[in-house]
């Protein structure tokens, strides 16, 4: 068995024995921690595509890691989309200076430039079926050697294929032959489809369509164009979004229709 082999078989063990413990969640979030214990990173988030240009964070390792992938949901761009779009890794030693340089301006636009450290993002999929992405972050500029690179190839290979077993047995209607939709996947749980694990999106995403749908109710707008507004607020103010959608949920925060379009308190 080579390196890459074992860590892709002590990925299945730890999930196994969080598959064991009934007082261990059995969501993303989980994947993501594993991620963080094997590989030479610390932080986890796992990002899957929402519709044709939207994504959404299915689960993160720990707050840090949740409020950068929201920064990537909100701004549609970053290492995580990048990797997906060209179907590769994308590795960003120095993520600050990546932005100094001029790569993602959205994201340097929202403040993330004072953000250190590395970003290494790898898609999730298998075949012609793309989930995702799987997103690693250092605190401190890093690079990874090739027993890290191959590491992390072998744990995003068997992340999709976990990912798409939860998925096999309760829904096969979403593994057809057109491909597979992270989009009707989520909206499936949203719909107490009962995907089983792993597919049970953070409390920030649940918090977000909750917004999303309030804001599409208060401007008596369409819930995509709702979205837009959000995220907007969002990318303005330098909040992450989800910290905006929980204000919208508590009612801190109201969109009131005005020739402006600017939300009110």
Do not use: K
């Amino acid at each position: 068995m080579t390196g890459s082999d074992a860590v892709g078989a002590r990925f299945m063990d730890a999930l196994r024995r969080s598959e064991e413990d009934p007082g261990q969640a059995h969501d993303a979030s989980v994947l993501s921690a594993v991620c963080t214990r094997l590989l030479p990173v610390d932080r986890a988030a796992i990002m899957v595509r929402s519709g044709e240009a939207g994504w959404e964070m299915l689960g993160a390792s720990d707050p840090l890691a949740v409020e950068w992938a929201q920064v990537q949901v909100a701004a549609g761009e970053g290492p995580g989309p990048a990797a997906y779009r060209a179907d590769v890794p994308v590795l960003v030693p120095d993520f600050g200076a990546a932005l100094a340089g001029g790569r993602w301006p959205l994201l340097a636009a929202a403040g993330q430039g004072r953000r250190g450290g590395a970003v290494f993002a790898f898609p999730l999929r298998q075949g012609a079926i793309r989930v995702g992405t799987l997103d690693l972050y250092t605190d401190e500029p890093a690079t990874l050697d090739r027993a890290g690179f191959a590491a992390a190839v072998q744990i995003a290979e068997v992340l999709t294929v976990v990912l798409l077993a939860a998925l096999r047995a309760p829904r096969p209607d979403l593994l057809g032959a057109t491909g597979f939709s992270p989009a009707a996947a989520l909206a499936a749980v949203g719909n107490g489809g009962g995907l089983g694990p792993w597919w049970e999106s953070a409390t920030s995403t649940r918090e977000i369509h909750q917004a999303t749908g309030m804001v599409a109710v208060q401007l008596r707008i369409e819930v995509a164009d709702a979205y837009a507004r959000l995220i907007a607020h969002a990318l303005i103010g330098g909040r992450p979004i989800a910290q905006v959608a929980a204000d919208v949920v508590a009612r801190r925060l109201r969109f009131d229709p005005g020739e402006d379009g600017e939300p009110g308190r």
